[in-house]
């Protein structure tokens, strides 16, 4: 079975300064997907990010970067330039693409993080 | 689109009822998910979907019962309702069941057993 650990319960961070979570997992298979959601208050999930495992290059999304480390089975995410509206709990997410996982994400257990004005 | 719906967005049980979670999707995705959330963790899955009459189990399935009868709708339903149910319940859906669909969330039921 697959697991997602986040070992960082809270983070805080300034405004405009750059913060890092991270995120570890766990599996069997070769070919998978991660995830990083953010889930603000009003509850919605939102995706911030995704990675294939079969890409060498870290994924970006403007002021989003992740670290993908295959080897040590390590996902973190890097928020450059934080904002007010950053603030949220952000959730690290596996897909084993392989085999029959039909899409099943394995979500770990989250990272609230607050931006500080 | 309205993306994924769900209803209600709150409601509280006494111990013993049952209630069906109701999730509505327009994007006529094939898979969907209901996840569930307690306080402060990650979320689970506790039943999904490849397509309309074809359902299965996640990994926390006991209490909870699902269908498929229609490409958008993907009822939960709780017989014989628990505390350990108290959680917020989460539909998803996406286009295939394959890591680089992005999947689609609803906002959420909370729902309180006491």
């Known amino acids: 079975a697959q697991t997602v650990t986040q070992s960082q319960p809270e983070m805080s961070v300034q405004e405009a300064e750059t913060v890092t979570l991270s995120c570890t997992y766990d599996?069997?298979?070769?070919?998978?997907?991660l995830f990083w959601y953010k889930q603000p208050p009003s509850r919605q999930m939102i995706l911030v990010i995704r990675?294939?495992?079969?890409?060498?290059q870290n994924a970006t999304e403007n002021r989003f970067s992740v670290n993908f480390q295959k080897a040590a089975k390590s996902f973190s995410l890097k928020i450059s330039d934080s904002q007010l509206g950053d603030t949220a709990m952000y959730f690290c997410?596996?897909?084993?693409?392989?085999?029959?996982?039909?899409?099943?994400?394995?979500f770990g257990q989250g990272t609230i993080l607050t931006v500080h004005p | 689109n309205a993306g994924v719906t769900q209803t209600p967005k709150f409601r509280i049980l006494k111990i013993g009822q049952s209630m069906t979670l109701q999730c509505t999707q327009d994007?006529?995705?094939?898979?969907m998910y209901w996840y569930r959330q307690d306080p402060g963790m990650g979320l689970k899955l506790i039943y999904y979907?490849?397509?309309?009459?074809?359902?299965d189990k996640g990994e926390v399935p006991n209490g909870y019962n699902v269908s498929r009868s229609t490409t958008e709708d993907f009822p939960l339903r709780l017989e014989l309702a628990a505390p350990s149910q108290t959680s917020v319940y989460f539909c998803?859906?996406?286009?295939?069941?394959?890591?680089?669909?992005?999947?689609?969330f609803g906002p959420g039921t909370r729902l309180t057993v006491l």
């Open positions: 997410a596996l897909d084993n693409a392989g085999g029959t996982s039909y899409g099943k994400l394995t």
């Open positions: 599996t069997s298979e070769n070919n998978y997907y």
């Open positions: 998803a859906s996406s286009r295939q069941g394959l890591g680089y669909n992005e999947q689609f």
């Open positions: 979907s490849v397509g309309a009459g074809i359902t």
């Open positions: 990675q294939e495992a079969y890409k060498q």
């Open positions: 994007m006529n995705h094939n898979y």
